[in-house]
């Protein structure tokens, strides 16, 4: 009854921003990723009937409060799906900041649902690993996949229309994403937070939902051609508008600080230089940036320079879900 599974993170280029379900997480709108191969997660899961409850380590640490409750609450999820009632014993491996904006419970979620489904032998499709995956964090349901990946909101009440699917696998086209780390603090305002502060109060969401078909749209054909221009400019768009939502908040918040503008600013300075280069920031402070890979030196070194930045991860597009 034990599995080990390894998950990429994702970035997405359409945010995901808004639930209309909170307990099954169901978005208010469409996202796209990119699954990036820089940063995973590898989880084992064991079923055991000796355990009185869930055990999770973290890095090879004991980890209790909150981020358990969130391991736990997923794993009552698994155990109702498979209908059996064993408790686990879960190991899991970031190569990913923490909690940092990059997005660790994506390849975190993905994972631990891969690892566990998988300890239960059920034989499960991708599409539905993925509506399993989305029950613990949204973002997670985009890494069952490499590539290119659209998170369909779907509309019904159960959710049962609400996974990811891949628009073109990894080895469509290689565009690439550099991390700007500034800061591997966790965030003061998690995604959830953010999120519902933003749904319940921002006078700009209204107009972030209206905008999201068109760049939706728009972003798929430019991946399917290939446009790498077209895909930037509405990356970077899309980024800017989901964090202006968080501006006309109740009460206000944003998740950039100094350094978060000053490698903004290098991005479109690389541009002014003839580089295409575009910005993309999720919940927190760090900053991604995508970039062609002839450029690949000067916009690490560019990125290098710029104050604030501790540390630059350089990924290719990367695979979905792997077992070991
Ligand atoms: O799934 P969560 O709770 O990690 O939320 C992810 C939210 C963003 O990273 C800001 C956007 C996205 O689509 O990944």
Redesign the pocket.
């Given at each position: 009854m034990q599995a080990t599974a390894l998950a990429h993170t994702n970035i997405?280029l359409i945010?995901?921003?808004g639930k209309r379900h909170d307990a099954l997480i169901l978005p208010t709108n469409n996202?796209l990723?990119i699954t990036l191969d820089g940063f995973y997660t590898t989880t084992s899961v064991t079923f055991q009937d000796d355990l009185k409850q869930d055990e999770f380590y973290l890095n090879d640490q004991w980890i209790t409060g909150v981020p358990y409750k969130r391991v736990t609450t997923f794993l009552d999820v698994v155990r109702s799906y498979a209908q059996r009632q064993l408790y686990a014993h879960v190991e899991s491996f970031n190569k990913v900041p923490t909690a940092a904006g990059f997005?660790s419970?994506?390849s975190g979620f993905a994972a631990l649902a891969a690892a566990a489904t998988r300890a239960l032998d059920l034989n499960i499709s991708h599409e539905e690993l993925s509506r399993l995956t989305r029950q613990g964090?949204?973002?997670?349901c985009r890494s069952i996949y490499g590539g290119f990946v659209e998170w369909h909101k779907g509309t019904k009440t159960d959710g049962s229309d609400s996974y990811a699917v891949q628009i073109a696998n990894e080895n469509h086209w290689d565009i690439r994403v550099a991390a700007a780390v500034l800061t591997a603090d966790e965030k003061d305002i998690s995604?959830?937070e953010g999120?519902k502060r933003t749904v319940d109060t921002s006078v700009f969401y209204q107009g972030w939902l209206d905008s999201i078909p068109r760049d939706l749209e728009e972003m798929k054909q430019g991946i399917i051609s290939k446009d790498f221009e077209k895909v930037g400019r509405i990356t970077e768009a899309n980024c800017l508008k989901?964090h202006a939502t968080t501006l006309g908040a109740q009460p206000p918040f944003t998740y950039w600080n100094a350094s978060t503008m000053a490698v903004m600013e290098t991005v479109l300075e690389l541009r002014t230089q003839g580089i295409p280069a575009f910005f993309t920031i999720?919940?927190g402070p760090n900053v991604k940036v995508l970039y062609l890979p002839q450029h690949e030196e000067k916009v690490e070194k560019m990125l290098r320079e710029t104050k604030g930045v501790a540390d630059v991860i350089l990924s290719r597009t990367g695979s979905g879900i792997s077992y070991k």
């Open positions: 997405a945010k995901y921003w996202s990723s997005a419970s994506a964090s949204g973002s997670a995604s959830r999120m989901m999720d919940a």
